[in-house]
């Protein structure tokens, strides 16, 4: 069995879509980007829910106490923000996207392109977990279950079709998968393919392979990194590559677990609530995923999402003012 050093520690990416200069600088570069590259654009890539601010990551910080007391540094990537609730101490630091991505031009509103550079974070560990913040553990976190023998990545419940190129109308994580594997088949003629897109989930990475992976797989970070929104043409690496890649070379392995993905503009998302009410602590991690769109902040399924976080989880982090 490998031997790591025992720090794992923890990156999010966040934006506060309430901030007026940032709000300024995504109309700005939005209306650039679609005088050339409209037609590239990814479903729902420039809706609000993609941006949108409702408490996860507070609330994802006290789930990280509540269920891996035992973590790392905690790594908060950003736009030139800081949440105001967050205290200054030395177990959280504010990455600015300047002090990981080189000659940055272009305000950049793709998290593909984003979380690309993380494992370039200044005095990371070599075992971290990357989690968006709508992603969280929903019950105690094992690491040597997580890292140990091989990296653990989940596949989601539906299958999609055999596709031979990228398409414009699917949903992002199908474009990656389809993408890993017109990459990994040119590449590794033994290499076999699961048409499974990836689960939303808590990803476990090792700071040395995505070095390697990045120096073997140029193309598709340059290719991701190229773009400032999500573009169809364009699909992320680390999320869904980067596993395959991993498995292939029998550093990961890509399994089907019991996890809750929660839709906020699903039409059962109270039942998806109640569920979750009933699993957390039992269930490995779930995701909350922004789905009301271009709606009104206050609108009622936002707020039942907010609601429900509150109730699980009352008390105040350390990470809190």
């Given amino acids: 069995m490998a031997n790591f050093d025992t720090q794992v520690d923890i990156i999010y990416l966040w934006v506060n879509s309430d901030d007026i200069n940032w709000?300024?600088?995504?109309?700005?570069?939005?209306?650039?980007?679609?005088?050339?590259?409209?037609?590239?654009?990814?479903l729902f890539a420039n809706a609000d829910g993609r941006f949108r601010d409702n408490g996860e990551l507070l609330f994802n910080l006290r789930c990280l106490e509540k269920f891996f007391p035992d973590h790392g540094h905690v790594y908060i990537v950003t736009?030139?923000?800081?949440?105001?609730?967050?205290?200054s101490n030395n177990k959280v630091t504010i990455i600015d996207h300047r002090d990981i991505i080189p000659k940055k031009i272009n305000p950049i509103f793709a998290s593909a392109h984003i979380e690309s550079y993380i494992h370039h974070i200044p005095?990371?560990?070599?075992?971290?977990?990357?989690l968006n913040d709508d992603i969280f553990f929903g019950m105690p976190v094992d690491?040597?279950?997580?890292?140990?023998d091989k990296l653990k990545y989940f596949y989601d419940n539906e299958p999609h079709e055999n596709y031979k190129e990228l398409q414009p109308h699917l949903l992002s994580?199908?474009?990656?998968?389809?993408?890993?594997?017109?990459?990994?088949?040119k590449e590794y003629k033994n290499y076999i393919h699961q048409n499974i897109p990836l689960a939303h989930a808590p990803r476990p990475y090792r700071k040395t392979l995505l070095l390697e992976i990045e120096k073997k797989a140029t193309d598709l970070f340059d290719e991701v990194r190229s773009v400032n929104f999500r573009s169809w043409?364009?699909?992320?690496?680390?999320v869904d590559f980067v596993p395959r890649w991993l498995e292939h070379h029998q550093y990961a392995q890509i399994i089907q677990t019991d996890y809750l993905y929660i839709e906020s503009g699903s039409k059962d998302i109270e039942m998806k609530l109640n569920l979750l009410t009933q699993k957390f602590g039992k269930v490995p991690f779930f995701c909350i995923n922004d789905t009301c769109d271009d709606a009104n902040p206050d609108d009622i399924r936002l707020q039942l999402v907010k609601n429900e976080m509150q109730k699980l989880l009352p008390n105040?982090?350390?990470?809190?003012i």
């Fill in 316 to 320: 105040k982090s350390s990470f809190e």
């Fill in 173 to 185: 994580p199908i474009n990656s998968s389809i993408q890993s594997n017109l990459w990994l088949i």
């Fill in 123 to 130: 005095n990371l560990s070599e075992r971290f977990f990357y």
């Fill in 233 to 238: 043409d364009k699909p992320g690496v680390l």
């Fill in 23 to 42: 709000q300024k600088k995504r109309r700005e570069s939005f209306r650039f980007f679609s005088k050339t590259n409209k037609d590239d654009l990814a």
């Fill in 79 to 87: 736009d030139e923000q800081r949440p105001n609730w967050l205290v």
């Fill in 143 to 148: 690491t040597n279950w997580w890292f140990n």
